[in-house]
């Protein structure tokens, strides 16, 4: 039966396009200057046959349109029955495609029904909905051809297109039309799919992160919290989904009826072309982040083109290094079982407590001495929530010098490589050899990037060093196989490069500290942390610390560690940790004095706002934060333009089948190019990721510090890697 919203009076018209009012609807779209645009879809993984099932539009005129394409039925039935009274039942009982103990009631209801039986059943049956079988198609869908034009409407250039969480639609639009028109050719295909990702899109859910780093950004939380009522047709929707068996967080709004589904599909443009034109701009006006969400808008695009591109996996790699991990795996699990002298699940806090305490140690009594646990603990307190007893994660174990405590977690560290790194990319990777990891713009209050499906934000750099003594050398040199950046690997003919910014959230702490020793080690080349060492030592009077303890030094102050925390960090005692904080302040007197600045600024406004404008709210108790915030997200803000400037070079010149970006790796891009332009892309990347006369105002000059690239060359895949030098024969020559 169709949902019509509780509201009394909604702001827009909503029609439902047929086939006999598509050209009409087609024709109105294309008279108005901006569009509000969003898509109801199967799920969330277009580049593995997901879809649209219908997509909706609002314009100024106060008009919403919804058409249906894709919308399958679940099958089964629905029975509508009679109460005592006689009236019918405000909800019928969904009957599932294959529920036989339904089936058969409802078979005994309509027995009775027609006359068969001569006993009263408990129910009256009003009548009976035959759902059409499972998978076919609802009544009401439009022609799979017509979704050209819907294709054309978005793409046009000039004319503003609103969407919430605009790459999700423009990337679930693309790989749709690629499922539906295979016989494409390749060419024209491209021609389309730049138009679409060249139009001018703007996103709320962008818009609105920029505006408040830590709110939320969900388009029903903002549409409720400005216009209470406005979730109304979504609530009616998701109840008769969850009448038929789907869950509130995944109510698969494509086994819908169209008529159930388009009242609450043009609500949400409604949503979004009312954000947009009447509330964001002032909003966006009153703080100042004009350019900054201008940029964000850029850097959209650019991540549009890396997921719809993917990166080559190689199967054979995976599957070796699958091999070797599992190995590595249970031979990590034998030893718990064989330390513990039976077997447990190490994942099981339970379990693993009892397997602790078998061996003589209180694991609870520790967890309440570790710095991890002492931390969490504090702002529980504050937030008035229960303390945390028992803590079993990988920061808590660290402190724990014990060979179980080893055993578990060398275990941990390869079921996660596993489960995150290894086993779903050969299944995420089905379509076309490459995988498409989904880039969220709005997940990290810094401003950075998250990804997922898979994880490609945070693959291992580093070799894992292998916990506990006198470990056999095969293990040892079966973990030196471990490679998870090998699986990545560049098309055939192709190269990857990957640029690296040296330094970046320690050269923006010196910009924003102008400390003298920090100054003059990135003006004249010198390595910042052996200095800070060096300078460290010669306070003290003696050789204390050597360049690793002098980076964990520097980047304390940026992430806001405690002299607690800083022990391990250093291998030192609190009390020689102490000494060492206390010759780094004198060593840099600035940077104390600026760490002081940013907790006064909190204390006095609440917050802390970056050179690109953007603010990061925090509570006093969490002040420590604020350098981090600055430092580490004004250099995601900075590859954030470097990348969007790439992107424009790559446009402008056409260079879409030479060169495209791949991956964001916080400060260092991935980038497949083809073997015989490698040195000439080199030579404009290097300096466009280098040089900052940006868009945004004063950050030329308030940045006086060079910005140094690394560049590096993958010839074979990303897990190898040579340091360029000047030519990509003279590089792979090393």
Not at 462 to 467: G, I
Request: aromatic share 10%; glycine share 6%.
């Amino acid at each position: 039966m169709p949902i019509t919203t509780s509201r009394k009076a909604p702001v827009f018209e909503n029609i439902l396009v047929t086939e006999e009012t598509f050209s009409e609807a087609i024709a109105d779209l294309k008279s108005h200057p901006i569009l509000a645009f969003d898509t109801e879809t199967s799920g969330t993984k277009p580049e593995l046959g997901d879809y649209i099932a219908g997509c909706s539009f609002s314009t100024p005129e106060k008009v919403s349109y919804y058409f249906p394409f894709h919308h399958v039925s679940p099958g089964g039935s629905e029975v509508w029955l009679l109460d005592e009274e006689g009236d019918e039942d405000p909800e019928p009982i969904y009957v599932k495609p294959g529920d036989t103990k339904r089936e058969e009631k409802v078979a005994e209801w309509l027995a009775w029904y027609d006359g068969d039986q001569v006993f009263d059943p408990p129910h009256d049956i009003s009548s009976v909905d035959e759902f059409p079988p499972a998978g076919e198609l609802w009544p009401g869908n439009l022609p799979l051809k017509l979704f050209k034009q819907i294709m054309a409407i978005i793409a046009r250039p000039n004319v503003p297109m609103v969407a919430h969480n605009t790459k999700f639609d423009i990337l679930m639009a693309i790989w749709t039309a690629r499922q539906w028109y295979p016989e494409a050719p390749p060419d024209k295909r491209r021609q389309w799919e730049n138009a679409v990702l060249c139009a001018d899109w703007h996103d709320t859910m962008v818009c609105a992160k920029n505006l408040d780093m830590d709110g939320w950004v969900g388009l029903k939380v903002i549409g409720e919290k400005i216009w209470p009522g406005a979730n109304a047709a979504e609530k009616e929707l998701v109840a008769l989904m969850k009448r038929r068996g789907h869950s509130q967080k995944n109510p698969m709004y494509h086994n819908t009826r169209p008529e159930e589904a388009y009242v609450y599909a043009c609500a949400d443009t409604e949503l979004c072309l009312r954000l947009c034109c009447d509330v964001q701009p002032k909003d966006v006006d009153r703080v100042g982040i004009g350019a900054t969400y201008t940029q964000e808008r850029k850097v959209m695009r650019t991540l549009s083109r890396m997921e719809l591109k993917g990166i080559m996996v190689d199967t054979e790699t995976n599957r070796e290094q699958m091999e070797v991990c599992e190995e590595l795996m249970v031979w990590a699990l034998a030893q718990c079982h064989k330390i513990a002298g039976y077997e447990f699940n190490p994942n099981s806090e339970k379990q693993l407590e009892k397997a602790f305490n078998d061996c003589d140690i209180d694991i609870r009594e520790f967890c309440q001495t570790t710095y991890y646990v002492e931390k969490l603990n504090q702002q529980k307190r504050k937030n008035n929530e229960k303390p945390v007893e028992l803590c079993m994660r990988k920061e808590v174990l660290d402190e724990l010098d014990h060979p179980l405590a080893d055993a578990v977690c060398n275990y941990r560290h390869f079921s996660a490589f596993l489960s995150t790194f290894i086993n779903p990319l050969p299944e995420l990777s089905v379509t076309d050899g490459r995988v498409h990891t989904h880039y969220r713009q709005t997940k990290v209050v810094t401003g950075r990037f998250s990804s997922e499906s898979p994880n490609l934000q945070n693959p291992p750099k580093r070799k894992y060093k292998l916990r506990g003594k006198r470990i056999h050398k095969k293990w040892q040199a079966l973990n030196d196989r471990v490679n998870i950046r090998s699986q990545f690997v560049p098309a055939p003919g192709k190269v990857l490069l990957a640029p690296d910014y040296s330094q970046i959230e320690y050269r923006l702490m010196g910009c924003y500290t102008e400390d003298p020793l920090v100054v003059e080690a990135f003006m004249r080349g010198d390595d910042l942390h052996q200095a800070t060492t060096d300078h460290i030592n010669n306070f003290i009077g003696k050789e204390i610390i050597g360049r690793s303890e002098g980076k964990n030094c520097n980047f304390a102050q940026i992430y806001g560690v405690s002299p607690r925390g800083l022990c391990p960090m250093i291998n030192q005692p609190l009390e020689v940790t102490e000494r060492i904080i206390h010759a780094y302040h004198q060593v840099h007197p600035r940077v104390h004095e600026f760490t002081n600045d940013v907790r006064d600024a909190i204390k006095e406004c609440g917050y802390v706002v970056n050179w690109y404008g953007v603010r990061y709210h925090l509570p006093l108790g969490l002040a420590y934060k604020g350098v981090n915030y600055l430092c580490q997200g004004g250099a995601a803000y900075m590859i954030k333009e470097k990348m969007a400037a790439l992107q424009d070079y790559i446009d402008e010149h056409g260079l879409w089948n030479q060169v495209g970006m791949l991956l964001q790796i916080h400060d260092e891009l991935v980038i497949e190019v083809d073997k015989d332009y490698v040195d000439e892309a080199v030579q404009w990347i290097v300096p466009i990721m280098e040089d900052f006369a940006t868009d945004v105002p004063g950050l030329r000059d308030a940045f006086p510090l060079p910005i140094k690239v690394d560049m590096e060359v993958c010839p074979r895949s990303f897990g190898e890697k040579f340091q360029w030098k000047g030519s990509y024969a003279e590089s792979i020559a090393q």
